[in-house]
């Protein structure tokens, strides 16, 4: 009976560590969605292709691409052309951190909401173990 209880213990104390271990995880990673909703142009989720910081960068990073590219039939388009892709890229970048945001969120609220619930059911699980145990 007492090594019964000893594995009963063992498990109770092991979730109870596993919840406490995810909980941090989990709101550093919430806490981070909240940076990348406040400012999703500047987000580091999504690298590569031109900076989107200003359309002058944009049209920077485009020319200097070309320019590298060292192609003999280039075509460089306008400023309302480079403006109008200017602008698409913007929208869809927007749109793909806010949609990873709004994931993030929601994965990591259940995480803790699970970590919250099962660190007190197991710790008062344990300590009624305890008591009857002893």
């Not at 000893?6 to 919840?19: D, E, F």
């Not at 052309?81 to 945001?101: S, W």
């Amino acid at each position: 009976m007492e090594k019964q209880n000893k594995i009963i213990q063992l498990y109770g104390y092991a979730v109870c560590l596993v919840a406490v271990i995810t909980f941090p995880i989990s709101v550093t990673a919430l806490v981070g969605t909240f940076f990348d909703l406040s400012d999703p142009l500047h987000s580091q989720r999504f690298y590569g292709g031109p900076s989107l910081a200003s359309f002058e960068n944009y049209k920077m990073d485009v020319l200097k691409s070309q320019k590298e590219g060292k192609q003999e039939s280039t075509y460089m388009p306008d400023d309302q052309t480079l403006r109008a892709m200017y602008e698409a890229a913007k929208i869809e970048k927007i749109q793909q951190v806010r949609l990873e945001a709004h994931k993030t969120m929601t994965i990591s609220s259940l995480l803790i909401l699970v970590c919250i619930v099962l660190f007190t059911t197991h710790w008062f699980w344990m300590k009624k173990v305890a008591r009857e145990t002893a």
